[in-house]
């Protein structure tokens, strides 16, 4: 695609939407009250709008390599403050998506220079797990319950977070770990119960311990 392409299609994007609605862009100017922060890869066939069918406005979006909550990455850690507490989300969601390039990248016991600091991070997840994994001998279903345990630590991730708690004890925000099967379309809720998860290492993280 050229780039002149992009600009022309920018042109017919705008007429569609003021022939659907002539204020669209002005009642689009007013603010933002996104029920969802969505958390995904950066993978360019992978777009939260689209597979979520949400409109613009709905959602607060971050993606990056392998849909990573590093909470020494200035970027997400922003992201998370940001949409937890000045925009009062309900719901953060990680989403995975089946033949990611950088879980699959992080399999692979090879030297990929500056991507191998952010990809150790996958690498400790299959470290975690790697008796659940080793134990899987189809490298393609390995690979894919890879991607699964990568969204459920990241979401653990989230939850170790002070926003993320204090939104969890004010006012209820939920935390959910999804899939993308890259296969068929279809969006997957991995239904992970992060209260059993974090039972044995919660007086670790928790920095709003209950009173007694």
Known sequence: MKIETVFQNNEKWIADKLAANENYFSDLSKGQQPEFL????SDSRVTAEDL??????????????ANLVNNIDLNVMSVVNYAVRHLKVNHVVVCGHYNCGGVKAAMQ???????NPW???????????????????????????LVELNVEEQCMNLIKTAAVQEAYRDRGVRV???????????????????????KSIREIYNLY????
Not at 52 to 65: D, L, Q, T, Y
Not at 119 to 145: C, F, G, P, Q, S
Not at 181 to 196: P, T
């Open 38 to 41: 969505y958390i995904g890869c």
């Open 52 to 65: 979520m069918g949400i409109k613009p406005g709905e959602a607060f979006v971050h993606r990056n390599i």
């Open 109 to 115: 016991a090879v030297d990929l220079g500056l991507l």
């Open 119 to 145: 990809l150790r991070n996958i690498r400790d997840v299959y470290r975690l797990h790697k008796d659940e994994l080793n134990a899987i001998e189809d490298t393609e279903l390995r690979y894919k319950r």
């Open 176 to 198: 959910h770990g999804w899939v993308f099967d890259i296969h068929s379309g279809r969006l997957i809720d991995l239904k992970i119960d992060f209260d059993q998860k974090m």
């Open 209 to 212: 311990p209950v009173e007694e």
